[in-house]
């Protein structure tokens, strides 16, 4: 990003935020934002859909993560809240009702690398690598802005849905500190988030800003009683414990006269064990004879790091070079399992494994330059222009032997050798931006950008962008781009095989053997084409009102297809050299891989408003809305090379219906001297989906399933917070004060009687209401 340091740092025009009504003060609409224009401008001023979120807002929605917090305080963020095996260690978030893949994340304006860790489990997450939010410290970052328009034109691959840019502090002073704990009402889940961080400069002209949290979530339990034994003691639904450690720091010096060195670097650590279904004691007797939960168990190191040099002329530009390098890995373990067909044969088992390994990095470098240019406009024209070379690799590493020899382990197959390997791949891009004011209301954004991917051919996007400012009291805006987005290289190459009480699931690579015995063909980019209008409207003082429309249509979209099931799924996996257990119900044994598989499209509208009541001697009271109404059709299903249509009825629900039609957010936050009180109202909309019958005549059929909506359901967040002096507040509240949960699926669908909440549909969790008390410093 071409942007001076006093862009990046808050900087502002209309003196103090006011206080939002999310409960924190919030970013003026005098804000200088930096996301979706290479010139800056006012948040106000922007020609397409962006929501700043400052710091305090982000502490005020009173989250353990990031995630959540901007679930809670964006009306088109939804998240998926329950997961299942090794991908429900990974939070995600969705944008416009799309997939996680399709959210560009970038950190002070540079593309964040992904993580290692594939959620393969069918569903509308499945196949997501995203950006792990929750390995940033939040004490690190100043704002966040989320564009909700089509930026690929504008930052490449993924930014289909939009762009999450983390804009971290750059401060040379201060000191904040945090903590807070909490319960869930059913008296579990306890958790834990703690953190600091702490300014200071590098001579008269520079500074670093460091930062460090520790979270800590202990296991939920959701589920019923097992069919199997009518007791409680299959724990398999419900999050796992996680504890977590962040560091950070981000820093500038100026090294001479107009040029400055910059650069941040962040680590994560990442400790997560999740429960899987209960083996009963006839599994392994000699072993276990009152029969075993395996635990899934990850270790996970998360870092990056930039390091760049800008300058105010080179040869009458301004320039930014900067190099950027990121790297998660993971390793997945079990604990409190064994290996049926290892003990048959050696009358020995290991109960504790290493089960696969994954790692994936990314290495980015940029320059970029840009300058005003006089041509008698209302205002100088902005060009920009640039560059960007860089590299991916992912890595899938083999298991211990003993955790793939015969059928492997319980609950999750080790990765044998057969499916490991080194991938990779370079891309190349050039981009180039115009924008000038063509009269003193009329503002015009053009953006081209050209990339060449060395396993997924090259494509050019471009992207219009305007705003007119037909009264001071009224704008209108728009947008056109097309966008695309590669597959990624897990897409492409993942393996395993989950392995249920009574079944088992393989997820296979897209050019394997078995794959192509299911009718797979070799992946392509999806092809986005995204349009949008909107109305800014500051009607009276203090009252602004956003309302923007858009549709998003994408082609060849990446989805889990191919889905077989029965004896022709266990010959594939059969082909693939994959052993399976014995014992299991064939109809219960399916094979899947990625394919460019639908055409959707998706259609919208977001609303906001925000107004201050002054209540005089009684305090102020900041009111908002802010909502999200959409709606995502299939136009096109494409066939496999076998003639089978590549999603069944369930997968598309999956694609078109899993995500709330609607979410609606009311907030209002009053304040009177040092006492102030939080309350926030938000609807999710109803959700459906086709279940899978899991007893009956048609158990794991298909081309059977049972219709399930997920009703709207409403949850009150609620904080009274008191300042006991300056720089110390005090704060107790609860988020989902009632205990909502949303309404249990049909008997026929409960797995083993224990499933009773969809692990599918992305609106409430499960967990029901959590309880809290908090601090929170600022000197």
Same mark, same amino acid.
């Given at each position: 990003?071409?942007?001076?340091?006093?862009?990046?740092?808050?900087?502002?025009?209309?003196?103090?935020?006011?206080?939002?009504?999310?409960?924190?003060?919030?970013?003026?609409?005098?804000?200088?934002?930096?996301?979706?224009?290479?010139?800056?401008?006012?948040?106000?001023?922007?020609?397409?859909?962006?929501?700043?979120?400052?710091?305090?807002?982000?502490?005020?929605?009173?989250?353990?993560?990031?995630?959540?917090?901007?679930?809670?305080?964006?009306?088109?963020?939804?998240?998926?809240?329950?997961?299942?095996?090794?991908?429900?260690?990974?939070?995600?978030? +969705?944008?416009?009702?799309?997939?996680?893949?399709?959210?560009?994340?970038?950190?002070?304006?540079?593309?964040?690398?992904?993580?290692?860790?594939?959620?393969?489990?069918?569903?509308?997450?499945?196949?997501?690598?995203?950006?792990?939010?929750?390995?940033?410290?939040?004490?690190?970052?100043?704002?966040?802005?989320?564009?909700?328009?089509?930026?690929?034109?504008?930052?490449?691959?993924?930014?289909?849905?939009?762009?999450?840019?983390?804009?971290?502090?750059?401060?040379?002073?201060?000191?904040?500190?945090?903590?807070?704990?909490?319960?869930?009402?059913?008296?579990?889940?306890?958790?834990?988030?703690?953190?600091?961080?702490?300014?200071?400069?590098?001579?008269?002209?520079?500074?670093?800003?460091?930062?460090?949290?520790?979270?800590?979530?202990?296991?939920?339990?959701?589920?019923?009683?097992?069919?199997?034994?009518?007791?409680?003691?299959?724990?398999?639904?419900?999050?796992?414990?996680?504890?977590?450690?962040?560091?950070?720091?981000?820093?500038?010096?100026?090294?001479?006269?107009?040029?400055?060195?910059?650069?941040?670097?962040?680590?994560?650590?990442?400790?997560?064990?999740?429960?899987?279904?209960?083996?009963?004691?006839?599994?392994?007797?000699?072993?276990?004879?009152?029969?075993?939960?395996?635990?899934?168990?990850?270790?996970?190191?998360?870092?990056?790091?930039?390091?760049?040099?800008?300058?105010?002329?080179?040869?009458?530009?301004?320039?930014?070079?900067?190099?950027?390098?990121?790297?998660? =890995?993971?390793?997945?373990?079990?604990?409190?399992?064994?290996?049926?067909?290892?003990?048959?044969?050696?009358?020995?088992?290991?109960?504790?494994?290493?089960?696969?390994?994954?790692?994936?990095?990314?290495?980015?470098?940029?320059?970029?330059?840009?300058?005003?240019?006089?041509?008698?406009?209302?205002?100088?024209?902005?060009?920009?222009?640039?560059?960007?070379?860089?590299?991916?690799?992912?890595?899938?590493?083999?298991?211990?032997?003993?955790?793939?020899? *015969?059928?492997?382990?319980?609950?999750?197959?080790?990765?044998?050798?057969?499916?490991?390997?080194?991938?990779?791949?370079?891309?190349?891009? *050039?981009?180039?931006?115009?924008?000038?004011?063509?009269?003193?209301?009329?503002?015009?954004?053009?953006?081209?950008?050209?990339?060449?991917?060395?396993?997924?051919?090259?494509?050019?996007?471009?992207?219009?962008?305007?705003?007119?400012?037909?009264?001071?009291?009224?704008?209108?805006?728009?947008?056109?781009?097309?966008?695309?987005?590669?597959?990624?290289?897990?897409?492409?190459?993942?393996?395993?095989?989950?392995?249920?009480?009574?079944?088992?699931?393989?997820?296979?690579?897209?050019?394997?053997?078995?794959?192509?015995?299911?009718?797979?063909?070799?992946?392509?980019?999806?092809?986005?084409?995204?349009?949008?209008?909107?109305?800014?409207?500051?009607?009276?003082?203090?009252?602004?009102?956003?309302?923007?429309?858009?549709?998003?249509?994408?082609?060849?979209?990446?989805?889990?297809?191919?889905?077989?099931?029965?004896?022709?799924?266990?010959?594939?996996?059969?082909?693939?050299?994959?052993?399976?257990?014995?014992?299991?119900?064939?109809?219960?044994?399916?094979?899947?891989?990625?394919?460019?598989?639908?055409?959707? +499209?998706?259609?919208?509208?977001?609303?906001?408003?925000?107004?201050?009541?002054?209540?005089?001697?009684?305090?102020?009271?900041?009111?908002?809305?802010?909502?999200?109404?959409?709606?995502?059709?299939?136009?096109?299903?494409?066939?496999?090379?076998?003639?089978?249509?590549?999603?069944?009825? =369930?997968?598309?629900?999956?694609?078109?219906?899993?995500?709330?039609?609607?979410?609606?957010?009311? *907030?209002?936050?009053?304040?009177?001297?040092?006492?102030?009180?939080?309350?926030?109202?938000?609807?999710?909309?109803?959700?459906?989906?086709?279940?899978?019958?899991?007893?009956?005549?048609?158990?794991?059929?298909?081309?059977?399933?049972?219709?399930?909506?997920?009703?709207?359901?409403?949850?009150?967040?609620?904080?009274?917070?008191?300042?006991?002096?300056?720089?110390?507040?005090?704060?107790?509240?609860?988020?989902?004060?009632?205990?909502?949960?949303?309404?249990?699926?049909?008997?026929?669908?409960?797995?083993?009687?224990?499933?009773?909440?969809?692990?599918?549909?992305?609106?409430?969790?499960?967990?029901?209401?959590?309880?809290?008390?908090?601090?929170?410093?600022?000197?």
């Amino acid at each position: 990003m071409l942007l001076p340091l006093s862009t990046l740092a808050h900087a502002q025009t209309g003196g103090p935020d006011p206080a939002a009504a999310d409960g924190s003060p919030k970013l003026s609409q005098d804000e200088i934002i930096v996301t979706g224009t290479r010139a800056s401008k006012r948040a106000v001023d922007s020609n397409s859909p962006i929501q700043v979120l400052s710091a305090d807002a982000l502490k005020a929605s009173s989250q353990t993560n990031l995630t959540d917090a901007l679930t809670t305080l964006n009306p088109s963020v939804s998240r998926r809240n329950n997961g299942t095996d090794v991908g429900a260690l990974t939070n995600s978030i +969705r944008l416009r009702g799309l997939n996680p893949n399709h959210v560009l994340v970038l950190v002070d304006g540079v593309r964040r690398h992904n993580t290692a860790n594939i959620y393969a489990p069918a569903g509308p997450d499945q196949g997501s690598t995203p950006v792990d939010l929750d390995m940033i410290p939040t004490n690190l970052i100043d704002h966040i802005e989320i564009l909700q328009d089509g930026a690929a034109a504008q930052y490449g691959s993924d930014a289909i849905a939009g762009v999450v840019n983390i804009i971290l502090k750059h401060e040379a002073y201060g000191f904040g500190a945090h903590g807070l704990t909490g319960v869930y009402g059913h008296g579990d889940g306890w958790s834990s988030n703690v953190g600091t961080d702490y300014g200071m400069a590098l001579g008269s002209d520079g500074f670093v800003h460091i930062a460090a949290e520790f979270t800590h979530n202990d296991h939920t339990d959701r589920g019923l009683d097992d069919s199997r034994t009518g007791k409680h003691d299959n724990k398999v639904f419900g999050d796992p414990k996680v504890t977590r450690e962040n560091v950070g720091l981000n820093f500038m010096k100026p090294i001479t006269d107009g040029i400055e060195l910059y650069g941040n670097a962040t680590y994560a650590h990442r400790y997560a064990d999740a429960y899987e279904n209960y083996r009963l004691p006839t599994v392994a007797p000699s072993v276990f004879p009152n029969g075993f939960s395996p635990r899934e168990i990850t270790h996970e190191d998360d870092y990056a790091g930039t390091l760049g040099l800008r300058g105010d002329n080179l040869l009458g530009f301004k320039w930014d070079l900067s190099s950027t390098y990121g790297r998660d =890995q993971l390793r997945v373990s079990m604990r409190d399992t064994v290996n049926l067909d290892l003990l048959t044969a050696t009358g020995s088992t290991p109960t504790a494994l290493d089960l696969q390994h994954f790692r994936f990095s990314q290495w980015t470098n940029d320059l970029g330059l840009s300058r005003d240019v006089d041509i008698g406009l209302a205002s100088p024209l902005h060009v920009a222009l640039g560059g960007e070379f860089r590299k991916d690799y992912y890595k899938i590493g083999a298991g211990d032997p003993d955790s793939y020899y *015969g059928s492997g382990t319980q609950a999750l197959v080790g990765i044998a050798p057969v499916s490991t390997g080194n991938f990779s791949r370079n891309v190349y891009a *050039g981009w180039g931006d115009i924008e000038a004011h063509l009269t003193s209301k009329w503002d015009v954004d053009l953006a081209g950008r050209y990339e060449d991917y060395s396993d997924a051919g090259d494509t050019w996007t471009g992207k219009i962008s305007t705003r007119y400012q037909i009264i001071p009291q009224a704008a209108i805006r728009g947008t056109f781009s097309n966008g695309f987005r590669a597959p990624t290289l897990a897409e492409e190459h993942f393996t395993n095989l989950f392995v249920s009480p009574t079944g088992a699931s393989g997820q296979l690579a897209v050019s394997s053997v078995a794959a192509k015995l299911l009718g797979a063909t070799p992946l392509k980019p999806e092809k986005s084409t995204s349009i949008s209008a909107g109305l800014v409207l500051e009607p009276i003082d203090r009252l602004t009102v956003t309302v923007d429309a858009y549709q998003i249509y994408i082609k060849k979209r990446i989805i889990g297809g191919g889905d077989y099931n029965g004896q022709t799924a266990i010959n594939a996996l059969t082909a693939q050299g994959i052993s399976l257990p014995s014992g299991l119900d064939p109809n219960n044994v399916s094979a899947t891989y990625f394919a460019n598989g639908a055409d959707t +499209r998706t259609r919208g509208i977001d609303v906001t408003a925000n107004y201050r009541t002054d209540l005089g001697n009684a305090g102020v009271i900041d009111w908002s809305v802010a909502a999200t109404f959409n709606k995502t059709s299939l136009r096109k299903l494409n066939n496999d090379a076998n003639g089978k249509p590549l999603l069944n009825a =369930q997968g598309i629900s999956y694609l078109v219906d899993a995500t709330p039609r609607n979410k609606v957010i009311l *907030g209002a936050h009053w304040t009177h001297g040092l006492l102030d009180l939080n309350l926030r109202e938000t609807e999710w909309g109803k959700a459906s989906q086709e279940l899978s019958y899991t007893v009956g005549p048609n158990a794991y059929s298909n081309t059977l399933f049972i219709p399930y909506t997920a009703n709207s359901r409403w949850l009150t967040d609620i904080e009274l917070g008191y300042k006991i002096f300056k720089g110390v507040r005090l704060a107790v509240g609860s988020n989902n004060l009632f205990g909502a949960h949303p309404n249990r699926i049909p008997v026929e669908a409960r797995y083993l009687g224990v499933l009773q909440y969809s692990n599918i549909i992305q609106q409430v969790g499960a967990n029901g209401g959590f309880y809290y008390g908090k601090i929170d410093l600022s000197f």
